[in-house]
């Protein structure tokens, strides 16, 4: 298993920091060129407009493909990460590989990190995204979202956000593939006895759809109630989200 050695690290820095893109976007794309040799790299990055091809002497392509300026940078980047990889030996070493705390079933995250006994990895090809807190190992399907940024804070509780190419992603809204490893339980169903109703009322299809939309809305706010518990979300994010659900009753 290999990780950016110290020499990689520095080299990574000060290339992201004069090209203008985020240090996991240059380390990613620094890992295509390695594969593809130094000569071309297949790439997939939201700040490089999402997937495209890069070949030595000229021929880039990205997925904004009337985007000359981020076309431009793109190339840029690729021809000194090429000649980096050419020139610089030690970018990466070897290390021992430790048991993935995300699972089996997942193997090179694209990014990950960490921090108060919070961490996550995020799996572009396999549109996953993983984040351990307080023990419980949560997979989530991250659907058409490319996650590219990740912030971190401390503000009425430790929380993590992430953004992708529509803005801030919330993981409520994301559907959860595992919980430790398994599927999680689908909520028991409640039965209730049906109601009887006199010959001089009946519920309507309106009053019908308006009774399962109550339930939808609060069903969604114990969601991020727990989401909130567990860190995910702080008090500031969890009171704006439940003052829009209550506003639609």
Known sequence: MAQLS????????????????????VQSMLTSVINGNGS??????????GSGQWMQGGMTMIGDMFNNYLKGRV???????????????????????Q????GPDLKFPNTSGGQNGMRYAYFSQAHRLAIESNGQVIVYDTLDHNIGGVSQQQSGGYSV???????????????????????PLAPAPIYAPAPSYSNSYAPTNNAVASSAGDSDIFASIEKLAALQSRGFLSEQEYSSKKAELLSRL
């Open 75 to 97: 190339d840029n980047l690729c021809a000194e990460l090429s000649r980096l990889s050419y020139n610089q030996p030690g970018l990466y070493v070897e290390v021992a590989a």
């Open 6 to 25: 110290p020499i990689g690290v520095n080299a990574v820095q000060d290339i992201a920091q004069r090209h203008g893109f985020s240090f996991d976007a």
């Open 161 to 183: 956000t992430f953004s992708s190419q529509y803005g801030y992603v919330d993981l409520s809204r994301l559907p959860v593939v595992t919980i430790n490893g398994l599927p």
């Open 40 to 49: 071309m790299a297949q790439f997939s990055h939201y700040e490089f407009g």
């Open 99 to 102: 048991p993935n705390w995300w």
